[in-house]
């Protein structure tokens, strides 16, 4: 988190195949979506498996502790992605609204320093069975930006996002292979 605030200043945001790459839907002075799809190597249970461990996969520089092995998923409705801090209390980055395993996650909340915007944002994750492995498809719509107009975070948080989303293609083809995953 600490490398976007300084080289963006702006947003920063986390996931994708090294196939994949995002893709800025829209933009305009409120807000923006984003989002890709990627193969992966891995059956859908294995993904949703892999997705649900982000301190696994997460890149570090994109958390506020600095330590990916502080944050946590739980992909049940009403359960929290979140991330303890190193002297107590936490961040809440989303909410999970929506939880079917294997299938779909759909989170609401403000990624990044996009917590300091009065937005709302909707992450959407799912997961189908395709070609012996699994496709995996995102998006992260959010409306309501105030002080920083929607073109200008597209593009930023789109390429963070991406990046986790190639990580957590890796990691979840990695561990069906049982290769030692990647860091």
Same mark, same amino acid.
């Given at each position: 988190?600490?490398?976007?605030?300084?080289?963006?200043?702006?947003?920063?945001?986390?996931?994708?195949?090294?196939?994949?790459?995002?893709?800025?839907?829209?933009?305009?002075?409120?807000?923006?979506?984003?989002?890709?799809?990627?193969?992966?190597?891995?059956?859908?249970?294995?993904?949703?498996?892999?997705?649900?461990?982000?301190?696994?996969?997460?890149?570090?520089?994109?958390?506020?502790?600095?330590?990916?092995?502080?944050?946590?998923?739980?992909?049940?409705?009403?359960?929290?992605?979140?991330?303890?801090?190193?002297?107590?209390?936490?961040?809440?980055?989303?909410?999970? %609204?929506?939880? #079917?395993?294997?299938?779909? $996650?759909?989170?609401?909340? +403000?990624?990044?320093?996009?917590? !300091?915007? @009065?937005?709302?944002?909707?992450?959407?994750?799912?997961?189908?069975?395709?070609?012996?492995?699994?496709?995996?498809?995102?998006?992260?719509?959010?409306?309501?930006?105030?002080?920083?107009?929607?073109?200008?975070?597209?593009?930023?948080?789109?390429? %963070?996002?991406? #990046?986790?989303?190639?990580? $957590?293609?890796?990691?979840? +083809?990695?561990?069906?292979?049982? !290769?030692? @995953?990647?860091?």
């Amino acid at each position: 988190m600490r490398r976007i605030l300084a080289s963006l200043s702006v947003a920063g945001l986390a996931l994708f195949a090294p196939a994949a790459s995002g893709e800025v839907h829209s933009a305009d002075d409120r807000g923006f979506e984003v989002g890709a799809n990627a193969l992966i190597a891995a059956p859908p249970g294995a993904v949703w498996q892999a997705l649900t461990m982000p301190a696994q996969w997460w890149d570090s520089a994109h958390t506020w502790s600095g330590k990916a092995a502080n944050l946590s998923l739980a992909a049940v409705a009403g359960g929290c992605f979140c991330e303890r801090m190193p002297h107590g209390g936490g961040v809440e980055h989303m909410r999970v %609204v929506r939880s #079917e395993p294997g299938r779909t $996650l759909v989170m609401t909340g +403000a990624l990044g320093p996009l917590q !300091a915007e @009065p937005v709302q944002g909707v992450l959407t994750i799912s997961i189908a069975a395709r070609d012996g492995g699994s496709t995996l498809t995102w998006s992260y719509a959010v409306s309501g930006l105030r002080s920083t107009k929607g073109a200008a975070l597209a593009g930023p948080v789109d390429q %963070v996002l991406t #990046e986790q989303f190639a990580r $957590l293609a890796r990691y979840a +083809a990695a561990r069906n292979d049982g !290769a030692r @995953p990647p860091r």
